[in-house]
C-alpha cells in the first residue's frame, strides 16, 4: 500500500485544522449554513434528512487492517454502531455530530485517511479495479496509476472548481471491473505491438439524468504523457463545460453536443502544448510509487478439502483465483438476506480487519458493489477464514449472484432522493431466497437507485429499479440489459412504472423470464438481446 510522506500528512493536517475554525465558526452562528456549505463539501461532509453524513476517502478502495479498525472505531464511537460502503469505494458515517467531525478527521489522519474531495465540483475518488494485484488477467497493476492520480489531483488548483463533480476509474484488465464505460474519464491499461506499456483513454460517460457510454479518444497513450492527457481533457472540460445548468454540466454533455470527434481534437489540440513539458511522468516517480505496492508472496499451500456444503459453496462463489500460486481473492459479501446493502458493523469491520492481519497481508479492499475483498488470502486458510466470516455473519455466499444487490440509500437518509431503495432491496433479496431462483439464473446484477442521480448504478444492472415521485406516490422504473463491467451498456425501461409490491415481483418475474428463456451458457444480457424485451415484459406485466 502506499504510505503518506511529510506532504500528504501536513496537507490533511493543516485542512482538518482549518476546518475545525470552520465548524466552530458554523456552530456559534458567526457562519450561516448556506455559507458553511460550500466549505463543509470540501470536507466530505453532506446535509442529509436527518442528520450530517460524513463521507471519507478510501482511495483506489484500498484499505489496511489498521485503518479498517479505525473506521470500526469512528462507527462505534461517534455513530450508531455501522458503516456504509458506497459504490464510489468509499465509506460513508450517516449519523456523526457536526461538532465531532473536526475530531474525527483527526483521529482518521491517524491511520493516513481524509475526507478530502469526497464531495464537490472536483475530481473524487479515482476507482479501480478491486482485485488490482491479484486477478491473473490484468495487464498491469492500475493501482500505482491511480496513486499518481491522486497526487497529480488532490487540491489541483486548475481544476477544483470544475463545472460539475469528476470522476476517473482505471482499469488493467479486459474484464473491465472498474466500469470505466461509465466514467467522466475512462483509462484502460494496454500494451502495443512493441510491447509498450500505456493507456485506452475514454471520456464522456456517465449515469445520472443522461446516462452516456464513454467515447474513446485513443486507443494507445504512453504512459509518460498520463498527466498531461488527462490535465487536455479536463482543461477543455472547463473551459468549455456548462455553468448554467446543473443538467447539463457533465462532460458528457460537453462530449455529445461536441461530437466525439470535434472534443477530441481539441483536447490534442491541447495535449500538443503540453507534451512532454513539465507534466511529462518521471520514470522514477512511477518506480517509487510503485514500490509501495510489492508483489505479493506465494502462499503456504492449497486449501484442504471440506465436506460442508455451506462452505463449498461459498468458496465455489465467493472465492476467486489469484495470479500468485497458493494465494486466493475472496469477496465478503455485505448483502445478507433481508440486511442493508453495504452497511457493515464496527464488529465486523474489526472482525475482517483480523482476518486480513493473519491470512491476507493486512489488505482489504472495498469494491463498486458494496463488497468488501480479502485479495491475498493464504489459500490453505480459506477454511478457517469462512469459519471466521461466518462467525461474523460474513459468508454470505451469493457474490455476483442475483442477492448481491447494490442500493443507494434513498428516502430512507438522501434528501435528493424520491422514493426508498433499501427497503425494496431487503424485500428483493427476501422474494429472491424464497424463490430458489438465485443458484438457478447465476451471475445476474441487481442494482437499484432512489432518485435520478443514480447512485445505485441502476442504469448499468443487468435489472434495475429507480424509484420516482408520482403525484406523491413512490414508484419505480424496471430497466433491462444494463453492463458495468467489460462492454459497457445502458438498460432499456422495460415498460410502465410499478408500485413498490409490484417492482419486487417485476424484478423476480424477470429472473423467470431469464431462466426460462435462456440457452445453454446465455448470459442474462445474451438472453435478452436474442429474444428482446418482449418475453420478460409478459413475465413482469402479466404476472
Known amino acids: 500500500m502506499y504510505r503518506y510522506d511529510e506532504i500528504d500528512a501536513d496537507l490533511v493536517k493543516q485542512r482538518t485544522d482549518e476546518f475545525r475554525e470552520q465548524v466552530e465558526a458554523r456552530l456559534s452562528g458567526q457562519l450561516s449554513e448556506d455559507a458553511f456549505k460550500p466549505l463543509r463539501l470540501m470536507n466530505g461532509v453532506y446535509l442529509q434528512l436527518h442528520a450530517y453524513m460524513l463521507r471519507v476517502a478510501i482511495p483506489y478502495g484500498v484499505l489496511s487492517s489498521d485503518q479498517l479498525r479505525m473506521l470500526a472505531h469512528i462507527a462505534r464511537t461517534y455513530d450508531r454502531g455501522y458503516g456504509h460502503f458506497t459504490t464510489r469505494q468509499n465509506i460513508q458515517y450517516n449519523w456523526p455530530a457536526l461538532v465531532d467531525i473536526p475530531e474525527i478527521l483527526d483521529q482518521l489522519a491517524t491511520v493516513e485517511m481524509h475526507a478530502i474531495q469526497t464531495s464537490g465540483n472536483c475530481i473524487r475518488n479515482t476507482t479501480t479495479d478491486p482485485f488490482a494485484g491479484a486477478s491473473a488477467d490484468e495487464v498491469a497493476d492500475p493501482r500505482p496509476w491511480c496513486e499518481l492520480i491522486r497526487q497529480w489531483s ?22 473491465d471491473r472498474a ?42 497513450l504512453p504512459w509518460r504523457d498520463l498527466l498531461a492527457y488527462l490535465t487536455a481533457i479536463l482543461r477543455v472540460y472547463n473551459l468549455a463545460g456548462r455553468r448554467d445548468n446543473l443538467y447539463k454540466a457533465r462532460i458528457k454533455i460537453l462530449v455529445e453536443s461536441m461530437g466525439a470527434e470535434a472534443f477530441t481534437r481539441d483536447v490534442e489540440a491541447e495535449f500538443e502544448t503540453l507534451k512532454g513539458g513539465e507534466l511529462a511522468v518521471p520514470h522514477e516517480e512511477v518506480e517509487r510509487i510503485s514500490a509501495f505496492f510489492a508483489p505479493v508472496r506465494p502462499g503456504t499451500g492449497a486449501a484442504a478439502q471440506v465436506i460442508d456444503p455451506h462452505y463449498r459453496r461459498w468458496k465455489s462463489v465467493n472465492v476467486k483465483p489469484h495470479q500468485v500460486a497458493y494465494r486466493a481473492i475472496v469477496v ?34 472495498v469494491t463498486k458493489e458494496q463488497n468488501l475483498v480479502l485479495p491475498h488470502i493464504d489459500a490453505a486458510a480459506l477454511p478457517t477464514v469462512f469459519e471466521a466470516l461466518k462467525d461474523a455473519g460474513l459468508a454470505t455466499a451469493n457474490a455476483g449472484l442475483a442477492g448481491d444487490i447494490v442500493s443507494c440509500p434513498g428516502l430512507d437518509y438522501c434528501n435528493l432522493a424520491n422514493a426508498r431503495s433499501i427497503p425494496i432491496a431487503q424485500e428483493v433479496s427476501r422474494a429472491i431466497e424464497a424463490s430458489g431462483l438465485e443458484e438457478a439464473a447465476g451471475e445476474v446484477s441487481i442494482k437499484i437507485s432512489g432518485c435520478i ?69 446465455e448470459s442474462f444480457v445474451a438472453t435478452l438481446k436474442r429474444t428482446g424485451l418482449e418475453p420478460f415484459k409478459e413475465s413482469i406485466y402479466d404476472h
Not at 467522466?184 to 449515469?207: S, T
Not at 424496471?478 to 422495460?494: H, K, M, Q, R
Open 154 to 175: 488532490t487540491f489541483h488548483p486548475e481544476f477544483s472548481f470544475l463545472p460539475r463533480k469528476f470522476k476517473i476509474a482505471v482499469t488493467g484488465s479486459e474484464a
Open 179 to 220: 466500469a470505466i464505460g461509465v466514467h467522466d474519464i475512462g483509462l484502460r491499461l494496454v500494451r502495443n505491438e512493441a510491447g509498450a506499456l500505456g493507456f485506452a483513454v475514454y471520456a464522456g460517460g456517465g449515469q445520472g439524468r443522461t446516462p452516456r457510454i464513454a467515447a474513446k479518444l485513443r486507443d494507445f
Open 332 to 365: 465478503i459479501s455485505l448483502k445478507p438476506v433481508g440486511g442493508t446493502p453495504g452497511d457493515a458493523t464496527d464488529q465486523q469491520m474489526e472482525a475482517v480487519a483480523d482476518i486480513a492481519e493473519r491470512y491476507g497481508l493486512s489488505e482489504i479492499r
Open 453 to 521: 442521480n443514480a447512485c445505485g448504478h441502476h442504469h448499468v444492472a443487468n435489472i434495475g429499479l429507480l424509484g420516482v415521485d408520482k403525484k406523491g406516490e413512490e414508484v419505480y422504473q424496471l430497466t433491462l440489459g444494463g453492463v458495468a463491467d467489460g462492454e459497457a451498456a445502458i438498460g432499456e425501461i422495460a415498460g410502465r412504472a410499478l408500485s413498490a409490491d409490484d417492482a419486487v415481483k417485476g424484478v423476480i418475474a424477470s429472473l423467470r423470464a431469464y431462466v426460462t428463456h435462456r440457452e445453454a451458457g
